[in-house]
């Protein structure tokens, strides 16, 4: 049941909430996002090119891709040396942002690469 509180134990419980959020500068977070799309970007294009040259086709360079960006993500968990909340607020930011933004790049050169390799 709700009762009569003292101040003294309400101003610890308020002291001991301030020490468990976690705290993140706007301008860092930016700058780790940052870094995320550029190299997911130069993923993408690295990998369009090499599956353009390597012949991929239809449905086996999408999974190319996806599997391309899946060590994308591994590499940066890596960089961040496995503590992801110290630099993220949380595992969807590593892990599932600029996914699908590469996917234009990754087709644009797959493209590109496949014509010029198979075709001319």
Not at 35 to 49: A, E, K, N, Q, W
Request: proline share 1%; charged share 10%.
């Amino acid at each position: 049941m709700a009762g009569h509180s003292d101040s003294s134990s309400s101003e610890k419980k308020s002291s001991e909430a301030m020490n468990d959020l976690p705290i993140f500068s706007a301008e860092n977070m930016q700058n780790n996002m940052k870094v995320i799309y550029y190299s997911r970007t130069f993923m993408s294009i690295i990998g369009g090119v090499i599956a353009g040259i390597l012949g991929f086709t239809s449905l086996m360079g999408f999974v190319f891709y996806f599997l391309v960006m899946a060590i994308t993500s591994f590499g940066l968990i890596a960089k961040a040396k496995f503590s992801v909340h110290s630099y993220f607020d949380s595992w969807n930011r590593i892990i599932l942002d600029g996914f699908m933004g590469g996917l234009m790049s990754f087709v644009l050169f797959w493209t590109f690469a496949y014509d010029i390799v198979h075709i001319f």
